[in-house]
Each structure stands twice: as C-alpha cells, then as structure tokens.
C-alpha cells in the first residue's frame, strides 16, 4: 500500500464501513454485492483489461466471452435475469455486454405489454436463452419523434397475420444494441395498420435470424452500423425489413387489440419500457460519477506536483482548486445516490398500480422520469470529465480508466431519450401543474402554494448550513424561472401566437426552469434522505458536510439565478462562496476515506491511478508495456523511418 494512501485513511474521522453499508442499503446487501462481484472478478474472462490493444471484432467476440460466463454464471446460481442481483452483476459489466438490450428491454416488454397467453409463450423462450431479442424502436430517419416513425405493420385479415414493412431508407431500423449480429428476434416498433386505417405506433416481436444457423431470414437485411464513441462490445445495428409476415398473434396485446381495433386506455403505455430504463440511468449516474472521483481522488492524494511552500512539494489533493474540482463530483454522486433510490421507489409504486389496471400515474413517472434522466446524466458526464482533467497526462491514457466509463457514459445523453427532448418533457409535465396546482404531485407541491416574494434570512456563513434555508433557496430560484416563463407563455399566446408556436418561442426559458426545478428536488430528496437515515454522529458530520457542499456549490454555480430571483444578493452570495471554502477545508481530511466508502473493486475501476493501493507509477509503466507496439525492440515499420531518416530534403 503506497505511504500517502495509507496516511490520508488513517486520517479518517468516521468508519468507512459504516458509510459503505449506508450506500448499499444494509450489511447484508453489501455482502451479497461483494460475493456477486467475487463471482464475475475471479473468472479471467472478465479481468481482460487489454481491450485498447485489440481489434474491434476481438472486443465484440470477447463482449460474447463474457456473456456466455455471465449466463453460466446465473445459470449456476439460479439469478433470474429480473432479479436486482442481476442487475448488480450488469453494472459490474458496465452492461457492456451484446446481449444486455434482451435483458434490460426486450423481455421488460414482453413482460409489461403482452397477454398472459403472449408472456407464458415468449417469456420462458427468452428468459432461457432460447431466443435472444433487442429492442428495435429508432429509426434512421427517426428517433426522438416515435409518432413519425415508418416501420409499418399491416394487419391481413385473410391470412390473420402482419405484414412487416420498411417502406423508405429512413424507415430502416438503426442503432439498437445486439440488433447487428447478436440477436434473432426483435421487439419491432411499427405503425399498425389495420382495415386502411392508421392506429399508431404498437409493439410487434419479430424474428430475424434462423434458429438453426443464425442467417438472416427471407425479407431480413441486418448488419451492424459501425464503429462509434463507446460500447465497442455492442452491436448496434441496422435491419430492413420487405414485407416480413408474422403471426396476429406477435403482437404485444395486453393494451390494445389489432383485429376490429381496441385502442389502450393511455397509447403512451407502449412507451412504458423506455421510462424504466430513464430511471435506471438516474442510479447509474451515481455509479459512473462515484467510479471517476473514486479514481481522480485516489490519484490526487497520490500524484505529488510543485510547491505551495518552498521545498514541501504536496499531494495536488492539497490545492484548493483541486478540491474544488472534485470535491462537489463526490457531492454530487452521492446526491444522484440519493435520488437513483427514489425514482426506483416510485417506479415500483406506479408499477404495480398499472399492473391493477391505473394508468394514470404514468404521466406523473414520466414527467419526473424524463426530468432526471436528463439532469443527472448531464451532469455525470460532465462531471467524468472534470474528473479525468483534474489527473493531468495521465488521466488522457487509457491506463487511466476515465476512457471506459466516460466513452459508454456519453451516450446517456441521447440514448433513451435525447436529454433535451426529456428536459422538454419534464416540463410540459410541470408547467400544466403549475397551471393546475391542486394536481401537482409530491414532487411538484411547492407549486400550489401561492407565489409570494420571498428573501434570504441569511446574515451569516452559519445560515447556509441549514438544510431548511438552503432547500428554500433553490425552491425560490424554481419558482422564480417557472413563473416568469408561465408569464412570457402567456403573453405570446395572449398576442395571437399558438400553444406549440409559443411553446417553441420560450423553449430556452422552459429548459431553464425544469433545470432549476430538478435541481430544487435533488437538494431537498438528498436533505430529506440524510435526514431519515440512522448513522453515528462522525457519520452525520461527514455526511452534513457533503450535503452543504453540493448545494451551496449550486448556489455558487448558478449565483445569476439566484440573484435574478431577487431571493439573494451579492453579499449572501459572498457568504456561500465563503462557505464553500471552509467546506473543502472540512471535507480534505476524509476525502479518500469516502471515496473508499463507495467500495469499487479495482477490477471494475481498471484503474493505474485509482487502485486501492495507489500504487500507480509501478501500474502505469506495467500497462505501458502492455503496448502493441512494444512487442519488439524495433518496430517493424523501421523500414520508413530508416527512408524518412536517410531521405535528402
Ligand atoms: C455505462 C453504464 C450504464 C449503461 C447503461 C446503459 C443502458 C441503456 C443503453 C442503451 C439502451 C438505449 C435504448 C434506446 O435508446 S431505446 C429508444 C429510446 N427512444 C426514446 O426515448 C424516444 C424518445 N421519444 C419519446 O419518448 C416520444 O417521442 C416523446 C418525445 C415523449 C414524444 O412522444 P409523443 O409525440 O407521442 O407525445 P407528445 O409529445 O405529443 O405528448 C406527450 C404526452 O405523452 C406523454 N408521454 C410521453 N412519453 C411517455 C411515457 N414514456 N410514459 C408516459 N407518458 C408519456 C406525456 O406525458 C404527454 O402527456 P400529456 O398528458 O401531456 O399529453
Ligand atoms: C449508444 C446508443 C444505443 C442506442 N440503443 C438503442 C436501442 O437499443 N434501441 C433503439 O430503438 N434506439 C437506440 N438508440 C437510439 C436512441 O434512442 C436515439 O438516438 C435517441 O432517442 C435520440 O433520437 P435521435 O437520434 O433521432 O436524435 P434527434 O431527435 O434527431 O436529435 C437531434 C437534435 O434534435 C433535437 N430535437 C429533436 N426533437 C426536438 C424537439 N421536439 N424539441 C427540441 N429539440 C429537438 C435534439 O435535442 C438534438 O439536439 C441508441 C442510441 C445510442 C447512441
């Protein structure tokens, strides 16, 4: 264990045990992570960490290495693909495997949108492995806007079946995971078709491949869409399909009916799988951003650089800029902890109300859903680049670790759901119970109390330690940017302008406010959530002190906002500043000790700089050596240096 390491844990003022069976929910959930971990660690396949040094076919067949071990392993232990303990193994795999679309969202939909007759046909098929599906929604020529997609599927009453059409290049089916190679079925989104009639987008299950040789079938054109920024072990592919007939019976009918048309009570209800992924995300988010500062914090009390005074060259954990760079991304993990917790609480509540057969909470979990989604994976990634930046040189190498999670990361901000798209319809979510306060929910009840002007009662640094006030201070800067937004709607449409022209007109100010406005809830979930939890008073100390960071660290981020809103002013502005500064200087000493607390196994980190032990510089060179190109003494391409060299210019 390297010296500084060992120094900065013997410093800690609280029991990183106590913290890391907090996060986990129990002593016994984080026993059970552990031994699942153990389980996927100790199999070499999952501990190849030399995916920068190989081709990407090597990456997609190592991708099905690994999910042939996962499934094994599951198989062994009798994890069901539903079960939070697989959900824990995906994470540990980054959920970077080619088969994770069949898992997180091809059976989810079968299992959310079929009959029981549909659900007990496909779903021991697919759960068994027996079949392998995607999810295949977006379009080449359309994504975000599901009500344009082309994919048709027209209902032939003679032969009671569907026929499966991509009418146009940009009907082609394009991006979704497993679709290029891996799988042979696909739950296909396609615009049903019945009686010359139109009845909107439906849910088809579609096969692609034979079972026998994994060839395309007749009318099938599937390929994988090429390289991009991450996910290199997933397929993400493309699929035409000419006039593919299925049976009436593959489509997903436990909402609508095809034959003499029954449309669903709520059409949105065959948008249900994609809201349950947007509230995976929002714990991922914690994840990803608890993973990177695991790692810039670790090497920051290790990577030793110049001066602060003469002769005493310290740890870069020492400088304050560098705490304030990294500091508020622990903050801010924990916050997304937090708030990962409650959306999975209120999904499962809305789950089992449409499982009874209400469907009315569905535009409240999507309005909230689609909100956070957004926040906290913009958030993440920009954190995850803080954090890499805050290593210098070495947090640009792949040795680093930054490059695995930052390049699958950065999709979260288009996949399921382009964040601007979800911010938008957040907030069509909240401007109509800004409207209609009396139906706000939980989350939104600061709306239906009457708007009245509020200002600071802070005088001191010690008033922006209070939960209360602090909570307070972002509600008002909410209100502020939905009020003033609700009055600029009003008045373009008051001056002859539509509801979706006025709508276009104040999008910018209508972002503004649903930021504020999920930034208010995850300072107060966050508050409220520390504030229900039993921990030692060392604990709570540590635990107060991130939680005043993060929010008085928004303030401060976004002081504009609070200024505008008239509830602060400059010099209270001042004192959070203040604060900020004196927070830094309390949380330093456990800084390391809660980065330990998140408990990242270095073989999920893959980290030369993040390692447990610290030991980066004996890492980094034994990495480096891992390079292709060092496998001789005199590379092979000598042959142009040796022209370029002896060349006359
Ligand atoms: C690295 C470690 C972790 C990695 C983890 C990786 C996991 C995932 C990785 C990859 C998987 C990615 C899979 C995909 O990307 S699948 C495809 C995702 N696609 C989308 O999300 C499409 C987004 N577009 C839409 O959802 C819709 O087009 C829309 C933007 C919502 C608009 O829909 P529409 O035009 O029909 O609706 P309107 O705007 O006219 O009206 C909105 C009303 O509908 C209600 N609504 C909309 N969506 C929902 C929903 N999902 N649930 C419930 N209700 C919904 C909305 O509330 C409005 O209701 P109102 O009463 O106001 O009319
Ligand atoms: C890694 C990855 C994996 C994926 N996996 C799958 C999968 O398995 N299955 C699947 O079906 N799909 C998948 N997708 C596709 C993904 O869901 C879509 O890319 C996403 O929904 C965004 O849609 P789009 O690409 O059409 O973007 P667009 O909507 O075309 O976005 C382009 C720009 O237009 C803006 N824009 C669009 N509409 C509006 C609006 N109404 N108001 C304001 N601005 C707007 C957006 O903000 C954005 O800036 C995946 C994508 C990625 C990157």
């Given at each position: 264990m390297d010296a500084p390491l060992l120094k900065e844990r013997e410093r800690a003022t609280f029991n990183v045990t106590e913290l890391i069976h907090l996060l986990n929910g129990s002593e016994e959930e984080t026993k059970r992570r552990k031994e699942l971990e153990s389980w996927l660690y100790n199999n070499p396949v999952f501990r190849q960490d030399d995916r920068y040094q190989i081709s990407r076919e090597e990456v997609y067949e190592r991708g099905l290495q690994k999910t042939r071990e996962l499934v094994n392993l599951c198989r062994r232990k009798n994890i069901k693909f539903d079960s939070l303990d697989f959900a824990r193994l995906n994470i540990s795999t980054l959920e970077e495997l080619p088969f994770f679309l069949h898992v997180i969202m091809f059976i989810p939909t079968i299992r959310g949108q079929g009959t029981e007759e549909q659900k007990r046909k496909w779903l021991p098929l697919a759960e068994d492995l027996k079949i392998l599906g995607t999810y295949a929604q977006t379009e080449l020529g359309h994504g975000t806007f599901l009500r344009g997609l082309e994919t048709k599927a027209t209902y032939d009453v003679s032969s009671r079946e569907f026929i499966v059409n991509s009418p146009t290049i940009t009907s082609m089916k394009w991006w979704p995971g497993g679709l290029g190679k891996t799988c042979n079925y696909a739950v296909i989104a396609a615009q049903l078709y019945t009686k010359g009639k139109c009845y909107g987008i439906h849910m088809f299950i579609v096969q692609l491949r034979s079972l026998e040789d994994h060839k395309p079938l007749p009318g099938v054109t599937i390929g994988d869409i090429g390289n991009k920024y991450g996910f290199h072990t997933v397929d993400n592919g493309f699929l035409r399909l000419d006039n593919v007939r299925i049976p009436y019976e593959n489509m997903l009918m436990r909402y609508a009916k095809a034959c003499d048309y029954i449309p669903p009570v709520n059409p949105k209800i065959n948008y249900g799988t994609m809201t349950s992924i947007r509230v995976d995300l929002v714990k991922d988010a914690s994840v990803i951003l608890a993973a990177a500062s695991t790692i810039a914090i670790r090497y920051s009390a290790v990577r030793h650089q110049t001066e602060i005074r003469p002769g005493e060259e310290p740890p870069v954990l020492d400088y304050i800029t560098q705490q304030f760079k990294l500091f508020p991304q622990i903050a801010t993990a924990i916050a997304f902890h937090f708030a990962g917790d409650y959306m999975h609480r209120i999904y499962d509540k809305v789950q089992s109300e449409i499982f009874d057969g209400h469907l009315s909470a569905i535009t409240e979990l999507h309005g909230i859903s689609a909100g956070l989604k957004a926040f906290t994976t913009d958030t993440s990634i920009a954190g995850v680049e803080i954090c890499r930046r805050a290593c210098g040189g070495h947090g640009y190498s792949n040795a680093s670790g930054f490059q695995r999670f930052y390049e699958n990361w950065l999709g979260s901000a288009t996949y399921e759901g382009e964040n601007t798209v979800m911010y938008l319809q957040a907030a069509r979510y909240l401007f109509k119970c800004y409207d209609n306060p009396k139906e706000a929910p939980e989350t939104m009840s600061y709306l239906r109390y009457p708007q009245n002007k509020m200002e600071w009662n802070v005088k001191s640094a010690d008033d922006v330690s209070n939960y209360a006030t602090l909570i307070t201070a972002f509600e008002q800067r909410a209100l502020s940017k939905i009020s003033s937004t609700a009055k600029k709607l009003k008045n373009l449409t008051h001056y002859g302008m539509n509801r979706n022209d006025a709508w276009n007109a104040a999008s910018v100010d209508i972002l503004h406010s649903i930021k504020a406005h999920c930034h208010y809830f995850i300072v107060k979930n966050y508050m409220q959530s520390l504030n229900h939890l039993k921990m030692s008073s060392p604990l709570r100390q540590v635990m107060t002190a991130v939680a005043l960071l993060y929010a008085n660290y928004g303030i401060d981020e976004h002081a504009g906002d609070f200024l505008e809103s008239g509830f602060m002013n400059g010099k209270q502005i001042n004192l959070v500043r203040a604060k900020i500064l004196q927070l830094l200087k309390e949380i330093r000493v456990n800084a390391v000790a809660i980065v330990d607390s998140f408990d990242f196994d270095d073989r999920f980190l893959r980290s030369a700089l993040g390692a447990y032990d610290g030991n980066v510089y004996n890492r980094l060179f034994k990495w480096a050596k891992?390079?292709?190109?060092?496998?001789?003494?005199?590379?092979?391409?000598y042959k142009y240096l040796r022209r370029i060299l002896q060349s006359k210019l």
């Amino acid at each position: 264990m390297d010296a500084p390491l060992l120094k900065e844990r013997e410093r800690a003022t609280f029991n990183v045990t106590e913290l890391i069976h907090l996060l986990n929910g129990s002593e016994e959930e984080t026993k059970r992570r552990k031994e699942l971990e153990s389980w996927l660690y100790n199999n070499p396949v999952f501990r190849q960490d030399d995916r920068y040094q190989i081709s990407r076919e090597e990456v997609y067949e190592r991708g099905l290495q690994k999910t042939r071990e996962l499934v094994n392993l599951c198989r062994r232990k009798n994890i069901k693909f539903d079960s939070l303990d697989f959900a824990r193994l995906n994470i540990s795999t980054l959920e970077e495997l080619p088969f994770f679309l069949h898992v997180i969202m091809f059976i989810p939909t079968i299992r959310g949108q079929g009959t029981e007759e549909q659900k007990r046909k496909w779903l021991p098929l697919a759960e068994d492995l027996k079949i392998l599906g995607t999810y295949a929604q977006t379009e080449l020529g359309h994504g975000t806007f599901l009500r344009g997609l082309e994919t048709k599927a027209t209902y032939d009453v003679s032969s009671r079946e569907f026929i499966v059409n991509s009418p146009t290049i940009t009907s082609m089916k394009w991006w979704p995971g497993g679709l290029g190679k891996t799988c042979n079925y696909a739950v296909i989104a396609a615009q049903l078709y019945t009686k010359g009639k139109c009845y909107g987008i439906h849910m088809f299950i579609v096969q692609l491949r034979s079972l026998e040789d994994h060839k395309p079938l007749p009318g099938v054109t599937i390929g994988d869409i090429g390289n991009k920024y991450g996910f290199h072990t997933v397929d993400n592919g493309f699929l035409r399909l000419d006039n593919v007939r299925i049976p009436y019976e593959n489509m997903l009918m436990r909402y609508a009916k095809a034959c003499d048309y029954i449309p669903p009570v709520n059409p949105k209800i065959n948008y249900g799988t994609m809201t349950s992924i947007r509230v995976d995300l929002v714990k991922d988010a914690s994840v990803i951003l608890a993973a990177a500062s695991t790692i810039a914090i670790r090497y920051s009390a290790v990577r030793h650089q110049t001066e602060i005074r003469p002769g005493e060259e310290p740890p870069v954990l020492d400088y304050i800029t560098q705490q304030f760079k990294l500091f508020p991304q622990i903050a801010t993990a924990i916050a997304f902890h937090f708030a990962g917790d409650y959306m999975h609480r209120i999904y499962d509540k809305v789950q089992s109300e449409i499982f009874d057969g209400h469907l009315s909470a569905i535009t409240e979990l999507h309005g909230i859903s689609a909100g956070l989604k957004a926040f906290t994976t913009d958030t993440s990634i920009a954190g995850v680049e803080i954090c890499r930046r805050a290593c210098g040189g070495h947090g640009y190498s792949n040795a680093s670790g930054f490059q695995r999670f930052y390049e699958n990361w950065l999709g979260s901000a288009t996949y399921e759901g382009e964040n601007t798209v979800m911010y938008l319809q957040a907030a069509r979510y909240l401007f109509k119970c800004y409207d209609n306060p009396k139906e706000a929910p939980e989350t939104m009840s600061y709306l239906r109390y009457p708007q009245n002007k509020m200002e600071w009662n802070v005088k001191s640094a010690d008033d922006v330690s209070n939960y209360a006030t602090l909570i307070t201070a972002f509600e008002q800067r909410a209100l502020s940017k939905i009020s003033s937004t609700a009055k600029k709607l009003k008045n373009l449409t008051h001056y002859g302008m539509n509801r979706n022209d006025a709508w276009n007109a104040a999008s910018v100010d209508i972002l503004h406010s649903i930021k504020a406005h999920c930034h208010y809830f995850i300072v107060k979930n966050y508050m409220q959530s520390l504030n229900h939890l039993k921990m030692s008073s060392p604990l709570r100390q540590v635990m107060t002190a991130v939680a005043l960071l993060y929010a008085n660290y928004g303030i401060d981020e976004h002081a504009g906002d609070f200024l505008e809103s008239g509830f602060m002013n400059g010099k209270q502005i001042n004192l959070v500043r203040a604060k900020i500064l004196q927070l830094l200087k309390e949380i330093r000493v456990n800084a390391v000790a809660i980065v330990d607390s998140f408990d990242f196994d270095d073989r999920f980190l893959r980290s030369a700089l993040g390692a447990y032990d610290g030991n980066v510089y004996n890492r980094l060179f034994k990495w480096a050596k891992l390079s292709p190109l060092n496998k001789t003494e005199v590379h092979s391409s000598y042959k142009y240096l040796r022209r370029i060299l002896q060349s006359k210019l």
